[in-house]
Every structure is written in C-alpha cells, then in structure tokens.
C-alpha cells in the first residue's frame, strides 16, 4: 500500500501567466483534439524551487485549483535564468481558460494573463480532458 | 482553374496569421496541397490543414445545406437579441455582411479585438498614434521594440520577413549595425532571447510604472520604480530611443492586458515623437481582426461591441462577447471562424450552453459540437478568396490556393441573410 497517497501534500499559491507557442499553434491548427495539442497546453512551467517545495519532478502532475475549477496539468521546469518563485507560466488554452474569472470589473476584458490559483501534487492523476 | 499555366510566377498568401505573407508558393494535386514554401511552422500547418468528411449538421445530425441554413435562420429570427461573434479568420466580403445580417436580426454584434487588441486599433483608426506600414520598418526601421510581444511564437516570421533580419533599402548593413531590437517583457521570450543585452524583463503588471520611469528617463529625470529597475539601464533605454530616426513599438497582449487604458502608451509616444520619430504597430493575432475593426468603424465609427435596434446603433463594454453572456442578454448565437468555448474563460463561456448557437467554421470545435447547426465552411484564404486588412492596416487580396466542395463563409452568410 502507498502510505503517501494518506498524507497531504504541500501546497503553494501561484500567479499563472499565460503566453503564445509556436509548437502548441501548429498542433492546434492539426488537431485541436488531439494529444499533441494536450500535451502542449496542458502544461504549467514553475521555478525549480516551486517544484522542489512540492515535493514534485518535471514530467509529474500538479492540480490547479481556485473558485473558479479544478484542472490537472503537467509540471515543467521553466528554463527561466532569473528566478520567478510563486509565479508559473502556461501556454493560452481552454485549459488554461478554465481557471480565468468572469471578474472582469465591467470592462469586457477577462484577466487572461493573470490567474491565481493553488497547485499541489496530483499524485499520479491524469491530465483533464478537454471537454465540457 | 488553379492550374499551373496559372500560377506561374505566382505567389499565394498566407491567411495564418495577421502578417498576411505573400509570398508563398505550393504544390498541390488534385486540390490537395502536398508542400509549401516559404511558410512559417504555423503558415504550412494552416496551408495543409486537412478537412473533416462533415459538412451541415442540425443537433449533430446531417442534413442539407437548405435544411442548415434554413435553421440558422430560423435561430436569428426566433431571437430577441442574437449575438454575431468572430470572423478574425473571415475575409472583408464577409464581415461586411455579418455587419448587415446584424443589423437586419438587431443583433449585438463583436470580435476578438473586445478582449484583444481593439483599442489599439481604434486609436489608430482615431489618428491617436502614428501609423506605418511593415515595408517602411524594413526599409528604414533602426529601433525597434517589442512590448509585451513575442513575434517569435506568435508571428514567426516578423523579425526575418520585416522587422529586424532584413537588409531594407536604406538599411543595407541590416541588423549587425544598422538595427537596435529591444524587448520589455516579464518574461525571457524566444524573442527577448534574440533581443541579447536589450531584453528588459518587468514584473508582471509593472507597464504602467516601467512608461513612466522611461518617460522620466526621456525627460533627462531619474527614473524610479516601485520594483527597484536599475536606473541607469532605464537611461541607457531612453538615450538609445532619443536616437531613434525611424522608430517602431511592435505593442502586444502583455503590454495591453497590464494597462487599465492607453493613457500611458499615449504619454509616451507623445514624449518619443519629440525627442526623435516612433510609430506603432499592434500586433494583431487573427489574419483579418484589424479588417473588421476598419470595416465595422467605416460603418458605425466604432470597432467593435455594437449593438443594433431598429436602425440605431448603441456601442459599450455591455455589448462585449464576455459582458453580454455573463449578463445573459444575448438569447441565440452566430459564431463565424470562432471557438469561444475553447478562447473564453469557461466562467463566462459556459452560458452558450444554455442557447442556441450556430457555428460557421472550417473545422470542427469545442464550440461546433455543442451547436445546434454547424456549417463546415471553406478555409478562408486557403480555399477560398476575398480581401483582409494586415495588422499594419496594409490590404491585401488574396484567391483561393485549392479548390473545395465546402461553401465559404460568405456565401452562407448571403444564403442565410436571404432567409432571415
């Protein structure tokens, strides 16, 4: 039996920033539905010391979760020089859309750039499946 | 009729993406494209994109063309206030069209640019910035920024086909000496990578401050920020920029989400036209997003959240895509080119489940499977012509590269138009 699974695992605020990626477009264009285009979208780049605080390696699921839904991704390390501790990055999808408020003040201008959000080991669980 | 005899010496356009390429040749068989040229990674994808058997369906059933349109026609009519959204990826022919539909159907009508890059745009539109064409930045740009962009991933060919590689005509010894690449990003994009020693990395929501510490710096003060950015690199920014003979700010997404207005971009551009000569250009995501801002603002003098009624036009944030199905007031749904429930925040998305969409669309998506009619148009660009608006406001014409049995967007737009 997996004693670890009984126990909580760490869990750490982030800001997630989003941002655009060549490879993640192209496999869009091919497939939206498709595992390429998943396994480019459904990723959440963190500093190595976030992953470190997690108890997590690059390659290992991570839940993000605020009011707003609850999304399992792919952890990775960013490849960032300069630290960015608390903040993580993932490319624009309806993933990341999942975690996006319709607080928008009024303005008609979701924060797309700027969710917050919980992440914490998945142990193990699989990556959500884009449907509604 | 696109025969080879045809094509000699003929280049096609790229529709992937805003910069418009025309430059692109292929090779195609049967009306299918086997290779293409030139193209960037997103472009050949776009270009070779292979279409669904799937052509009109009513509650994801199959049905005749008559039968679909008949429907979505009937969905616009029994609707109070139906919502026209997208066609970023339709041609001008088209969106004027959608701009009439809306008004016969007293529609609210929106696009992309309400959560994009519209307000630049319209103060383009509004000669509250100056303007310039991507061939004036070959030719002569010598500084140039990318703010908040990252033409690298979004616009793979920006930076060799206009903005920094080429050798334009009065820039001969190219980027080695003749060109300045400058990024400000919160993060070290592919592009800020290619930027070296020029890359300016803020903190996230730190525009505002970083314009006006630049304007400071520009103003011989001494440029301060709440996040400590070394004075002296903001200097050295501000001095290269003074030098500027023919200067461009490429303004993206990360620049735009970070402002509450344009005030500050108008502050500085103000201040950076005094001190030396800077033009900007947005940097428009969807081939064709600048083409229906123009087309909409020639026709109503806004660029995008309109709402139609009876012949009058009313414009305002509560008649953006997001207010309007956050607030519930749109009752039925015409998505052309768009998928909102993958673009959207969920939390405002989700309400189009409650009604009834159309979806006109070259393939299928989150959005067409949950509609109750889904058109599968032609790829515009790809298999069928028109003309668009290039994000530097340039227009460009383009034909079809292949021949389709699927219907383009425009002609369904007159066929439902007819019906309504």
Redesign the interface.
């Known amino acids: 039996m997996d004693f670890g699974s009984f126990l909580s695992a760490p869990e750490i605020n982030i800001k997630i920033v989003t941002y655009r990626d060549i490879f993640q477009d192209k496999a869009m264009i091919e497939n939206r539905f498709g595992e390429e285009y998943r396994d480019r979208s459904a990723i959440l780049k963190l500093d190595p010391a976030d992953l470190k605080q997690l108890s997590i390696k690059a390659g290992d699921t991570v839940i993000l979760k605020n009011s707003l839904g609850k999304i399992v991704v792919k952890a990775e390390e960013s490849g960032y020089e300069t630290p960015h501790r608390g903040i993580a990055y993932m490319p624009n999808s309806p993933w990341s859309n999942m975690l996006v408020s319709d607080e928008t003040g009024g303005t008609g201008v979701p924060r797309f750039k700027d969710i917050s959000a919980t992440v914490t080991s998945a142990k193990g669980e699989k990556v959500t499946e884009l449907r509604f | 009729m696109y025969e080879e005899a045809d094509m000699e010496k003929n280049y096609y356009v790229c529709t992937?993406c805003g910069l418009l390429c025309d430059d692109i040749e292929v090779e195609s068989e049967k009306n299918i494209i086997n290779k293409v040229y030139t193209a960037?990674?997103?472009g050949v994808?776009?270009m070779k994109?292979a279409k669904g058997e799937t052509n009109f369906l009513v509650n994801n059933k199959p049905v005749d063309e008559a039968t679909a349109v008949r429907e979505a026609a009937s969905i616009l009519k029994n609707a109070k206030n139906p919502l026209i959204f997208g066609l970023g990826t339709s041609t001008d022919e088209t969106q004027i069209l959608a701009i009439e539909l809306a008004k016969k159907t007293n529609a609210t009508l929106d696009d992309t640019s309400?959560?994009c890059l519209g307000p630049l745009v319209e103060a383009l539109l509004q000669d509250k910035l100056k303007p310039c064409t991507l061939e004036d930045i070959r030719n002569k740009a010598d500084v140039i920024i990318f703010w908040g962009a990252?033409p690298?991933?979004?616009h793979?060919r920006h930076l060799s086909k206009h903005s920094y590689f080429p050798r334009g005509s009065e820039k001969q010894k190219g980027w080695e000496e003749e060109r300045t690449a400058i990024a400000i990003d919160?993060?070290?994009?592919h592009t800020a990578k290619i930027c070296g020693n020029y890359f300016f990395?803020i903190p996230?929501?730190g525009d505002t401050e970083f314009i006006d510490a630049l304007i400071a710096a520009l103003s011989g003060k001494l440029p301060k920020t709440s996040y400590n950015f070394p004075p002296k690199k903001i200097l050295e920014l501000a001095n290269i920029l003074k030098g500027a003979k023919f200067g461009v700010i490429f303004a993206g997404?990360?620049l735009i989400?970070s402002l509450e207005d344009l005030e500050p971009v108008f502050r500085l551009m103000k201040i950076l036209n005094e001190k030396a000569n800077f033009h900007l250009v947005p940097m428009v995501g969807h081939y064709n997003m600048r083409g229906f801002n123009e087309n909409l603002f020639a026709e109503t003098g806004y660029v995008n959240?309109v709402k139609f009624e009876d012949g009058m036009v009313k414009h305002g944030?509560?008649y953006?895509?997001?207010?309007s199905l956050?607030a519930k007031t749109v009752d039925a749904a015409l998505i052309i080119g768009s998928?909102p429930?993958?673009?959207?925040?969920?939390?405002?998305?989700?309400n189009l489940?409650e009604i009834p969409v159309i979806s006109i669309d070259p393939?299928?998506?989150?959005t067409s499977k949950?509609a109750k009619v889904y058109i599968n148009t032609a790829i515009s660009g790809v298999e069928s012509g028109g003309s668009a608006t290039r994000m530097d406001g340039t227009k460009v014409s383009f034909k079809p590269v292949v021949e389709t049995i699927h219907p383009s967007d425009e002609a369904i737009l007159k066929k439902i138009m007819e019906a309504v």
């Open positions: 992937g960037c990674r997103v994808a776009h994109k309400s959560f990252d690298s991933d979004s793979p919160i993060r070290k994009s990395q996230p929501g997404l990360g989400y959240r944030p509560e953006s895509v997001v207010e956050k998928d429930l993958s673009s959207l925040p969920r939390s405002v998305s989700k489940l393939c299928e998506t989150l949950h």
